[in-house]
């Protein structure tokens, strides 16, 4: 038999958001000396190889407002698509770097390498691409997706080949603006919302 539990009331649920910030980036979150340099913030660590770019967007929520409290890592390998640990590896770009919108205009900016295509599980190439993790006031769990580009050759990836829906392809493509600069935007829900990946 059942027992009726009336005399406790759920407790409010939580979000990420705004506290992330404080445990990842706290000199953003107005708590600056915890950290000589805020963690992560910048990839590059030295001269490396490849082309430096910049990728400029915003994340918007289901009525068309963009995130200012959205903290953003992103992961990704080096110009000729390797990963920090692997052999021959580009030992000054560290392949993560964690990034926050702006808070007056909800503009992100992700300063990095334009990755190389690299050789994934059974000998399958994927194309370019960034992988992103989105948090956010209102996002329980964190929401992962990818960047690819618009110049570079997307046919024959893995991933992008699985999505079922062709045109929602193109909610993962950054848009070339100017020479190493790039447009991405992501769309929570609603009209053109970006592809998640459960991984």
């Known amino acids: 038999m059942v027992q009726k539990i009336d005399t406790l009331i759920e407790s409010a649920s939580q979000t990420a958001g705004p506290y992330v910030h404080i445990g990842l980036m706290p000199t953003y979150a107005g708590n600056g000396g915890s950290f000589e340099t805020e963690v992560g913030t910048d990839p590059i660590a030295g001269k490396i190889e490849g082309e430096i770019i910049e990728i ?48 007056e205009t909800g503009e992100y900016t992700l300063r990095t390498v334009k990755p190389g295509s690299y050789t994934g599980r059974n000998g399958v190439e994927s194309a370019p691409h960034i992988s992103l993790w989105i948090v956010s006031r209102g996002i329980n769990i964190g929401l992962n997706t990818r960047i690819y580009f618009s110049d570079c050759d997307n046919s024959g990836d893995p991933l992008l080949g699985r999505i079922e829906q062709r045109p929602r392809v193109d909610t993962l493509i950054a848009r070339k603006t100017d020479d190493g600069r790039y447009r991405f935007d992501i769309r929570l829900q609603g009209e053109g919302e970006t592809v998640f990946l459960d991984i």
């Open 56 to 103: 400029v967007g915003s994340v918007f929520d289901g009525t068309g407002w963009a995130l200012r409290d959205v903290l953003i890592e992103s992961w990704q390998c080096d110009a000729n698509g390797l990963f920090p640990g692997q052999d021959g590896a580009d030992p000054n770009f560290t392949g993560f770097c964690r990034f926050a919108a702006d808070a």
